[in-house]
């Protein structure tokens, strides 16, 4: 791994950022980066010198705009489509990132669904959309990802984004609450599977962050001054916040950081 670099840059829009060079010259898939938390982590890393490469899904556009700032900015990055409920597809990311970049060497299992209905509603088909995008989907591509980096000698990088909910439940979100926690748990069993092989996994845990995920609760001032006053940094989180823990868990200074939850939450655990 490259040393972070020790004159650090001031990216376009931005202050000063320590993390401008600590992933030169690496590699990462992440899905879901077409916005929201994914897309503050592509741009991050993308700054920080890796080469991106996300997916969008069959029914969604290119998402252009994310490229042409990140190429703007001097940076490498392609779009990839591909549906990460389905494990057919994920050869096609791991594929363009060796056909444009020639390997890999982190993974970011951002992209997620909420499916927000109470228990006794849930039918079998929302079931199976939560579960396949956010638990079924992760598992396999980090096993398909894995393989590679294994055969290619890396010693990679591999962080699921999961949510304070993989430990607390939420009312009306049963599914979304269990696909979380298997998250949280498929961070834990990948990181003791993969440690021989060099291979760090970690987990990046938001609380109640301003997404499109919360779409209509953040359209709402008074719901999402409600929801701020309930966390004890007393706000809530925007995408940006998570971008350095996630530039750490994939630089150099994690060498020795596996199988834990990282959470960025203002606090909203502790309540």
């Known amino acids: 791994m490259n040393p972070a670099s020790s004159t650090p840059e001031t990216p376009a829009g931005g202050n000063p950022d320590p993390a401008v060079h600590s992933l030169r010259g690496r590699v990462a898939i992440i899905t879901g980066a077409s916005r929201g938390i994914g897309r503050a982590i592509a741009l991050a890393y993308a700054r920080a010198g890796a080469a991106v490469v996300g997916n969008h899904a069959p029914d969604q556009a290119v998402p252009q705009d994310l490229l042409d700032l990140i190429h703007a900015e001097g940076g490498r990055a392609v779009a990839v489509q591909a549906d990460i409920s389905q494990p057919a597809t994920h050869a096609a990311l791991v594929e363009a990132a060796l056909t444009h970049f020639g390997r890999?060497?982190?993974?970011?299992?951002?992209?997620?669904?909420?499916?927000?209905?109470p228990l006794l509603e849930v039918t079998e088909a929302l079931w199976d959309?939560?579960?396949?995008?956010?638990?079924?989907?992760?598992?396999?591509?980090?096993?398909?990802?894995?393989?590679?980096?294994?055969?290619?000698?890396?010693?990679?990088?591999?962080?699921?984004?999961?949510?304070?909910?993989?430990?607390?439940?939420?009312?009306?979100?049963?599914?979304?609450?269990?696909?979380?926690?298997?998250?949280?748990?498929?961070?834990?069993?990948?990181?003791?599977?993969?440690?021989?092989?060099?291979?760090?996994?970690?987990s990046l845990v938001p609380g109640s962050y301003a997404t499109h995920m919360n779409r209509e609760a953040m359209l709402?001032?008074?719901?999402?001054?409600?929801?701020?006053?309930?966390?004890?940094?007393?706000?809530?989180?925007?995408?940006?916040?998570?971008?350095?823990?996630?530039?750490f868990l994939a630089?150099?200074?994690?060498?020795?950081?596996?199988?834990?939850?990282?959470?960025?939450?203002?606090g909203l655990g502790l309540v």
């Open 129 to 202: 959309e939560v579960q396949h995008v956010n638990l079924k989907g992760p598992y396999f591509l980090a096993q398909r990802v894995a393989r590679e980096m294994i055969r290619a000698g890396t010693r990679g990088r591999i962080i699921n984004v999961t949510s304070n909910h993989e430990a607390k439940a939420l009312r009306g979100s049963s599914v979304y609450s269990i696909s979380k926690s298997g998250l949280g748990m498929l961070t834990k069993v990948l990181a003791l599977e993969l440690a021989p092989h060099g291979i760090t996994v970690n």
């Open 251 to 266: 630089g150099p200074h994690a060498d020795y950081v596996t199988g834990t939850s990282l959470r960025v939450d203002g």
């Open 104 to 117: 890999v060497d982190i993974l970011v299992n951002n992209a997620a669904v909420k499916g927000k209905m």
């Open 220 to 247: 709402d001032p008074e719901r999402r001054a409600a929801a701020g006053r309930s966390i004890p940094l007393g706000r809530l989180g925007e995408p940006e916040d998570l971008v350095a823990a996630a530039i």
